[in-house]
């Protein structure tokens, strides 16, 4: 199992960034997704889930309405669109899922908002 994010970067406050995570070694299609997110001397905080077929999505109250998770089945990949930026996004991003009962974790991307 494989999980590898891109997409992280710096910005400016008020901007836009999209995450991307492509999946690797499991049935992708069958799997619910998250994106995680820790900030600096912070624990590891779930940021959104989608469900298996995309139909069903959830995310923490600090980012409603702002970021939008979405997936593509036929490519394996899960994508997390930030837009309205803040500082306190600032954190490293992580695509997980629960496969075969055991917690699956990318090596993490960077997001810096800063001005």
């Known amino acids: 199992v494989q999980l590898v994010e891109s997409g992280g970067g710096l910005v400016q406050p008020g901007g836009s960034l999209r995450l991307s995570c492509a999946a690797s070694?499991?049935?992708?299609?069958?799997?619910?997704m998250s994106w995680y997110r820790q900030a600096p001397e912070k624990g590891r905080e779930r940021v959104a889930t989608?469900?298996?077929?995309?139909?069903?999505?959830n995310y923490v109250n600090s980012v409603k309405g702002r970021f939008t998770i979405s997936r593509d089945n036929a490519k394996n990949t899960v994508d997390l669109q930030m837009n309205s930026l803040k500082p306190e996004d600032t954190a490293v991003y992580y695509c997980n899922t629960v496969e075969s009962q055991i917690t699956r974790w990318g090596q993490g991307t960077q997001v810096t908002v800063s001005s």
């Open positions: 989608i469900s298996n077929t995309g139909g069903f999505t």
């Open positions: 070694g499991f049935a992708f299609r069958y799997y619910a």
